[in-house]
């Protein structure tokens, strides 16, 4: 099977629950990989930009991916996040990191160094050359201030070692430019839940969510009606959950995640920072729109 056929569906951004104290919280960690295999999603990811990565220690993050192997069981593909503006340090990391049990590298591109297109293509092939594992791009120019274009993501595509890309630049004109000319082997994810339908009409493969984390079943539910075809039924399950889109994104992510999985009691409400909690009128239409959610 090719990695383009493991990854087709729905992948979790998981977030990293922490305690009062700031510390980890293991058992939420449990948990929230149960709730979310319960929902039967097709794979996780551990040690995405939503697990809070940039203010988690080398230690921290060894510990998590090591835990979540262990919690996980095999039961679905894990796919882990090695991603930053240091090329040579990321080179490192993917050697030294546990990637035995992983099935891909996710790898968000550089943030605040702006590189060309040329530097943004040799950053990737030198991370595919040193990865144990195929390697996954991730667009997310909302983030990280530089957009990967479609040119440079087909010039990538061929690289060996490169098997897709998470696509957020939330630009479906761009998106459509890269399902036109991918190789036929070549992943592509929507990392935009709330584009993703229109997206999957286009000829996406699936998403990398963070919704999805607090609505497992009835995410992946959708992106298997897309794959299907059954865009009723899919749009359907999709203006559900329209509204939780915004109330998700309309202040932070993850802080927005975190609220909806705190009030279905799957963690706690605690975030480093700079990141802060949801505003309590935020976290009140929170509350509101779970209530009459099902």
């Known amino acids: ?32 990989i149960e709730f979310i295999i319960d929902g039967d999603v097709e794979y996780v990811v551990s040690l995405g930009t939503t697990g809070e990565t940039p203010t988690l220690s080398k230690e921290e993050k060894l510990d998590i991916l090591n835990f979540t192997y262990q919690q996980v ?5 894990v796919v882990v996040g090695i991603g930053g503006n240091n090329t040579q340090e990321l080179i490192g990391d993917l050697e030294k990191f546990p990637l035995e049990k992983a099935t891909a590298v996710l790898s968000a591109s550089p943030y605040y160094n702006k590189p060309s297109q040329e530097g943004l293509f040799q950053h990737y ?24 274009n479609a040119a440079t993501t087909l010039r990538l595509a061929e690289v060996d070692n490169i098997a897709g890309i998470k696509e957020a630049s939330g630009d479906l004109s761009q998106c459509m430019q890269i399902l036109k000319d991918k190789p036929s082997d070549f ?3 929507s990392g935009d839940d709330n584009l993703v339908l229109p997206q999957m009409a286009c000829g996406m493969d699936g998403v990398i969510s963070v919704a ?21 039924s899919a749009r359907t399950l999709h203006y559900q959950m329209l509204e939780g889109y915004d109330l998700l994104f309309a202040e932070n992510n993850p802080a927005g995640v975190k609220a909806f999985l ?5 963690i706690q409400n605690y975030l480093r920072l700079p990141v802060t909690p949801l505003s309590d009128a935020l976290h009140q ?3 509101a729109y779970l209530k009459n959610f099902s």
Request: with cysteine; net charge positive; hydrophobic share 40%.
């Open 1 to 32: 099977m090719s990695l383009r056929d493991t990854l087709k569906g729905t992948g979790v951004a998981m977030v990293t629950p922490f305690k009062s104290n700031f510390e980890v919280d293991y058992d939420a960690l449990a948990k929230l």
């Open 73 to 77: 069981n095999g039961r679905v593909p």
């Open 125 to 148: 092939k030198a991370l595919a050359a040193a990865s144990p594992k195929p390697l996954l791009l991730y667009n997310v120019p909302g983030r990280t201030g530089r957009n990967i």
């Open 187 to 189: 992943l592509v994810v």
């Open 212 to 232: 999805a984390n607090c609505f497992p079943k009835h995410f992946s539910d959708m992106i298997r009606h897309c794959l299907a075809d059954d865009y009723r």
């Open 262 to 266: 705190t009030e279905l009691d799957v």
């Open 285 to 287: 239409k929170v509350k």
